[in-house]
């Protein structure tokens, strides 16, 4: 069986379309169990009918027609009980349903198992016989194992196949965006280059040099004219491409390769491939991203070694950016206040194009997978990044939908402009302080214009993951001093290095089976105490003038693990000292993220200044769930009753000794939720630039009493979805629905 098992998914996965992959099934499975009739009916939603997609057996004229309501008939059953029926004679059942059209009435036996994915029921597949027999318990088992290998290959065609004009991305930047799809086609094949020796190497050199200065004044240009009300910190991103152009970076790798034989194009398409094929092999997001960047590079490079003249397309008014791979070189070439979507097959929320997106205020969905790009020149197109939609070629309905929740998003930001200065405090005037998450330099300017308090959690692994090596202590101690300059005198929590589990370093690689349980975090730097002191040092020198600097150590499981931290730290204080810097010791914190800490938070207390409570692991790990695994992500909710239990138990042991207790994961930054943490005794908040204000405004419109009796009326509730629902609804009737979806009410 197994093997026949293996043929069918294989021949099933292999079809050209999914009307041949389901005649497919139909034909297989009928031949595997002896049957002399298979079909499938595939669940219509919207119409709540099961409707006849294929058939062996049964009249094919009527597929596509025979349409079975949900509750009636044995196909019903099978779905309502999500589980096999098997019957001997199914005519004798009472929930027999006849049907003319079908042409069944010749058959006896039954089996039928439902099509189920991610806990969703898709269908029904059902093998017949014109025999009285039941099918015996390896039959039943060989459907019920190939409906559950088939329904995912299902899912995905009947997406393709039934939703053609709407796609799903990743979110990446929030907002509506409305406008005529340009995609950007690549001009040049960088990868079809040939080797050649080259006639004249120092001539090859010099073409090789007139291109990256050419480059580097490209993006000098660009990051000069890109949207003009973003802050400096912003157009820090070109500063990438210009480090990576210059003649000691990679221009210096690509003489080398020249002068071993190569001519210029040659030699530049050498080193290219050489970083990009390391990047995309790599684990970590972030730096695979980074090869999309290096592939840009090459291209513009080779654009003016073969004296060609880019083309830029024609955009419009309202531009969405469409790309295999985009940059944010090719958002800076959108002629400014043209831009209002952008959307790409390959990239992620961490990645350039979308932190620019961010910050400029764009709709963007990134991980667009399934959309047919070169298609999309010229068409009708709405972006949704609050969900990560895409909706092409709308109808007048649709259109005026959406036109309505543009609007009634534009007055939501005017609603929430005079908040940016404003404190956040509740209706009663409870006080709670909003500080702001980030890894980047690109977020310091957004964030000040947002009305942060102060940074609530600096990644510092950030500058190690978009390097080759190490960073030394005194490029740390740059980098360090940029923020805390720029943020004083308000507070920076810095967290230090947090690799391992999602985050590896190409440099300093950790393999291991399960990478989330192993060495990462604290237990990688206090087994390298070198890199913890010396990144420690960089810090405190960083903070001399200033003293706003904080220290957070990242995934402690232990008090014991804590003590040695502090016994480092007032190391790294001491050397400091000595060498001459006027600084004051930092101020101590512990991420409360696994459960361990949860349980041990009042013994940590004693020994640190401050908890700050990283919701995302905690979640992941309380729940023994991993959030990036799409087969159990819909199992991931930070409003789990066990989450919040943990949560309260954290606030309650770290004021039952005094101290300051912070929240910094992505729950801090949900308006359906901040409401119970400050019931909860949180005394400040991290979260994005974007959901500050928005943050604030809920608190203004619900009192300190009125957040607890919520608090009380979700602890007697037993899932994180009624939890949700109730905490929603709540904001519904404040008139605050526009914060849970788009649009204003």
Known sequence: MLKTLRQIIQEVSSAEDFKDALEIMVKRIAQALESDACSIFLLDHHKGEYVLTATKGLNPHAVGKVRIPLNQGVIGLVGEREEPINLRDATLHPRFLSVPELQEERYKAFLGTPIIYHREVLGVIIVQQKETHKYDESEEAFLVTLSAQLAGIIAHAETIELNKTTYAGIPSSPGIGMGTGVVLFPSLDLDSVP???????????????????????????????????????????????????????????????????????????????????RLENVENQYL??????????????????????????????HTILIGEELTAADLAEVPTGCLAGIICVKGSSNSHVAILARAMGVPAVMGVTDIPIYELQEKNIIV?????QIYL???????????????????????????QDQVAQTKDGHRIILMVNTGLGADVGLSLAAGAEGVGLY??????????????????????????????????????????GDKNLSYFPVHEDNPFLGWRGIRITLDHPEIFLVQTRAMMRASEGNNNLRIMLPMITDVSEADEAI???????????????????PKLGVMIEVPSAVYQARALSKRVDFLSV??????????AVDRNNPRVANLYDAMHPAVLRALLQTVEAGHQEGKHVAICGELAGDPAAVLLLVAMGFDSLSMSAFSLRRIKWVLSQFTLIKARKLLQEVFSMESGVMIRCHMELALEKAGLGGLIRAGKK
């Open 288 to 317: 695979r991203d980074r090869s999309i960047d290096i592939k840009n590079l090459g291209y513009r490079i080779l654009t003016y070694l073969q004296n060609h003249e880019r083309i830029l397309p024609d955009y419009t008014n």
């Open 567 to 585: 016994r480092l730290l007032k190391k790294a204080f001491d050397e400091v000292r000595d060498e001459g810097f006027e600084i004051e010791m």
């Open 195 to 277: 080797d050649r020796e080259p006639d004249d190497v120092e001539a090859e050199i010099r073409m090789l040099e007139a291109a990256l200065a050419a480059g580097r004044e490209e993006f000098r240009a660009l990051s000069e004219r890109i949207c003009p009300n973003l802050p400096v910190e912003e157009r820090a991103l070109f500063d990438v491409y210009q480090r990576l152009l210059a003649t000691t970076d990679l221009g210096s790798e690509i003489i080398v390769a020249i002068r071993r034989g190569n001519w210029a194009p040659g030699a530049l398409r050498e080193v290219v491939q050489h970083y990009t094929d």
């Open 384 to 388: 949704d990044g609050f969900y990560g």
């Open 459 to 500: 990644r510092t692994e950030t500058p190690f993951l978009i390097r080759d090596r190490f960073p030394s202590s005194e490029e740390q101690r740059i980098l360090y001093r940029q923020l805390l300059t720029a943020f004083a005198p308000r507070p920076v929590i810095m967290r230090t290095l947090d690799i391992g």
């Open 393 to 419: 070629e709308p109808n007048n309905h649709l259109r005026q939908e959406f036109e309505n929740l543009v609007k009634e998003e534009q007055e939501l930001e005017n609603t929430l402009d005079h908040l």
């Open 614 to 623: 990283g919701s995302n692991d905690l979640t992941q790990y309380l729940l």
